[in-house]
């Protein structure tokens, strides 16, 4: 028998162990994401949030920047921003590697979950599974980093190609244009940085599937209340959003 066929058999044998609260674990976890992905997508575009509020002062960043000649901050800041991003994707190598590691030391892992007595993973195909399950999550994660650094990458050629500031000066349209899409392009790579972050949070809350998968459900319920707050009514955003007027008042 073929590697190939060695792994869809094992796959395939793996499906059949899955069953009941386990397979409704998983699909719960997957169509959540997605649903709260494109709820906050959607959202997004009519109410205010992290990422609307944001893309306003990249704007303003940037048409700041067009004033000025000296523009070596600008570089660094966008740099400082990138490399946050180049972490993540380097850690979420090194996760990876280590589900792998874990996936081959199934009898180490059960022997240790033996000990708990709520756990709910007892057989060397569920532990695989759910190891599968984390790496596919990971790898999505790695994906999303990597790109939000390519997309970054972009934008630092786009601020390197900016006009001079007497090239603007008579020229507004000029600049907030120019100022719109730099703000859109790195707005996008953290969008996917973002994306990144929150296959991060599914992952760590896939740590609980091992023990129990109605706290598994739990906790994956419990992260998308904790991004939708805050995204869409943290403290950051408040203070970010603020707008005093000439009464006191936002």
Known sequence: MSAIEQLF????????TVQGLDALAFVWMLGIWIAYTLFANYRGKTHTCLASVLLLYRKQWLLRMLKRDN???????????????????????LVIAGLATGMAASEQGLSILSHLPVAATDTRELWEYKILVMI???????????WSVRLYNYAAVFIGSGPLSVEVEANDAWADAYAESG??????????????????YFGLATLAWFVSAWLYLVLVSAVVIILYRREFHSKALRTMAYSPTGDGRV
């Not at 800041?77 to 190598?93: C, E, K, M, N, P």
């Open 9 to 16: 058999s094992s796959l395939e044998h793996i499906g059949e």
């Open 71 to 93: 523009r070596i901050a600008d570089a660094n800041l966008l740099d400082q921003l990138r490399s946050s991003v180049s972490f993540f994707a380097s850690t979420t190598i």
């Open 136 to 146: 596919g999550i990971f790898v999505y994660a790695f994906f999303e980093f990597s």
């Open 183 to 200: 703000a859109r392009t790195i707005s996008m790579a953290a969008k996917h940085f973002n994306y990144g972050l929150r296959a991060y």
